[in-house]
């Protein structure tokens, strides 16, 4: 079974709007990290967002925000305001447990930001 | 001031060739990983370090070696390359487990 799912292989939004990026993941351990990355076209990976398993509170960084609803093993990636450099690949990525630094990554989300 | 770098950038090579690809962070992390970007834009984990020691080895043929001189420092040494190496292989560095992990610029490994 896949650990972390990604159903939108793209999107689309206009500049300005709001997106929500999909991601459900699948573990048993009670405690783990879900983390959010982005992959411009020049192909380096950017660190977003954070959030453990234990958070009360919805990770927010700036524009980005997680919407974590624990039940349903969802961590949804919210952006407000597209701008059109936030085109680019976006990678969910769990991290099960506590004492470990494997991250497992999903298949991502091309979003494409148009005018 | 780059935080993670990796050299080179671009690597084009022939089958059967062995290279290095070198990985440097200067963030004082005590752990570094080396991840393979397919084709496919799937990433996976290949090792981890946590100062200079080995900590994970996902089942990657042992073509593959890492070697970590210091704890800055996390490079990947590839024997006998096979045109299924090709790849963009990242580099990344931590503070502690858990934590956040912060990306190289990326090497795209060409195997002809």
């Known amino acids: 079974a896949q650990k972390i799912t990604q159903t939108q292989p793209g999107m689309f939004v206009q500049e300005k709007e709001a997106v929500t990026l999909d991601c459900t993941y699948d573990?048993?351990?009670?405690?783990?990290?879900l983390f959010w990355y982005k992959q411009p076209s020049s192909g380096e990976m950017i660190f977003l967002i954070y959030?453990?398993?234990?958070?009360?509170q919805n990770a927010t960084e700036g524009r980005y925000s997680l919407n974590f609803q624990k039940a349903r093993k969802s961590a949804n990636l919210v952006i407000s305001a597209s701008q059109l450099g936030d085109s680019a690949m976006y990678f969910c990525?769990?991290?099960?447990?506590?004492?470990?630094?494997?991250?497992?990554f999903g298949t991502g989300t091309r979003l494409q930001v148009f005018p | 001031d780059t935080a993670v770098s990796q050299t080179p950038k671009y690597l084009v090579t022939q089958m059967g060739n062995d290279k290095s690809i070198k990985c440097e962070q200067n963030?004082?992390?005590?752990?570094m990983y080396w991840y393979k970007q397919d084709s496919k834009k799937f990433l996976k984990i290949m090792f981890s370090y946590n100062n200079k020691e080995l900590i994970i080895n996902e089942t990657v043929p042992n073509r593959f070696s890492p070697k970590s001189p210091d704890k800055a420092h996390l490079n990947l040494h590839i024997n006998s390359l096979e045109l299924g190496d090709s790849a963009v292989y990242f580099c990344?560095?931590?503070?502690?487990?858990?934590?956040?992990?912060?990306f190289g610029p990326g090497t795209r490994l060409t195997v002809l």
């Open positions: 573990t048993s351990d009670q405690s783990y990290g």
């Open positions: 990525a769990m991290r099960e447990g506590y004492n470990t630094d494997k991250l497992i």
């Open positions: 963030l004082g992390h005590d752990t």
């Open positions: 959030q453990g398993s234990y958070d009360e």
């Open positions: 990344a560095s931590s503070q502690d487990y858990g934590d956040e992990q912060f």
